[in-house]
Every structure is written in structure tokens, then in C-alpha cells.
């Protein structure tokens, strides 16, 4: 069975060892088993437990996903939401803003955010339609196209060192699973 111990982001402080009040020694805790004299920060934590929670995992998965990714793309001012949005574009010209949202599953301020932070970038133009000129049809721009390949590949560089565990038939399950959850 694996350990799953972690480090404890804030190291046990070296102290020194508190006197006791008179009258004994006054514990807190569940149990009482902390005794605030003597109390130190454990080095390790057990995490085994939260192993049998698909949730725990797949956000630990997240966050390794996300570093991964400003890792990768760090030098770019690229979200993974703001390559999400610049691939729908790319690959739905003409799409607009409420749809962004809705692939997004976000609220349409935010979609409205990551749009606007892409047309600052240079990388999407918003085209008013004849018919109502509220609405913007979006569509890359020549460097939304060239940095939206450039993307794609610095994308499948941090998947292909995310998931290196996985031979490509894991790959393609996990992907089939994750859409199955997705889709219920």
C-alpha cells in the first residue's frame, strides 16, 4: 500500500517547554490530547484516509494540473480559462460571449473578463452583428491563431509530463471516465 504522508507546510517551531500551570497540566483538544504547553506542529500528515474520496483526488490532480500548466505557460499571460475561451474561439468563429460562457460553465461577468483580457492581449476581435449590436461575434485575430498552435503545443507538453504515469490506453480511459462523469 502506498504512504501518503505530506509535509506540513508550516515546520514545528523548536521551543522551549512551557511550565505548567499549578493544579496539573490542562489539555485541549478532542480527547484532550493537546497539551498546549508542550504542543508542537507535526512534521508529517497522515492523509490515507482522504484517499477513499474521489473529490480529494481529483482536486490534488487540479492543483497539479494548474502548476503545471503556469509552469509551462508562465512567460504567456495564459489561464488555463483564458485557453479554454481562445480554443473555443478559434474553433467556432463567430461564437459570443454567452456561448464562452456557457463552455466555461461560468457566469457571464466572468466570461465577459476572460473575453475582454483576450481582446486586450490582441488575440480575439469582437464583430458587431447587423442584427442586434449588443452582441459580439468573436474571432481570433493573425496572432490569436498563432499564439492559439503555440498554445496547443506548450498544452499537450505539460499534459504529456502530468500524466506520464498513464500508458495512452490509461489516457484515453481516464478521458472516457472523466467524460462519462461530466456528462451525467
Not at 3 to 8: G, K, Q, Y
Not at 38 to 53: C, I, K, R, S
Not at 116 to 129: C, F, R, T
Request: with cysteine; net charge neutral.
Amino acid at each position: 500500500m502506498k504512504d501518503h504522508t505530506i509535509a506540513a507546510r508550516t515546520p514545528a517551531a523548536p521551543h522551549a517547554q512551557a511550565t505548567p500551570p499549578r493544579g496539573g497540566s490542562a489539555r485541549l483538544g478532542h480527547g484532550g490530547v493537546i497539551d498546549p504547553h508542550t504542543y508542537a506542529a507535526p512534521g508529517l500528515l497522515n492523509t490515507d484516509p482522504m484517499h477513499a474520496y474521489l473529490g480529494y483526488l481529483v482536486r490534488r490532480l487540479d492543483n497539479k494540473i494548474y502548476e503545471s500548466f503556469i509552469e509551462e505557460l508562465g512567460g504567456e499571460d495564459i489561464t488555463p480559462s483564458r485557453f479554454t475561451a481562445l480554443s473555443i474561439i478559434g474553433h467556432n468563429p463567430g461564437a459570443r460571449q454567452v456561448d464562452v460562457a456557457r463552455a466555461l460553465e461560468v457566469a457571464r461577468p466572468a466570461a465577459l473578463k476572460v473575453v475582454n483580457h483576450l481582446i486586450a492581449l490582441g488575440l480575439v476581435e469582437a464583430h458587431s452583428i447587423p442584427s442586434d449590436k449588443r452582441i459580439g461575434a468573436l474571432a481570433l485575430t493573425a496572432l490569436g491563431h498563432a499564439k492559439l498552435a503555440d498554445y496547443e503545443q506548450a498544452v499537450h507538453r505539460h499534459e504529456q509530463r502530468v500524466f506520464r504515469a498513464l500508458d495512452p490506453c490509461e489516457r484515453g480511459e481516464l478521458a472516457r471516465l472523466l467524460d462519462k462523469l461530466l456528462a451525467d
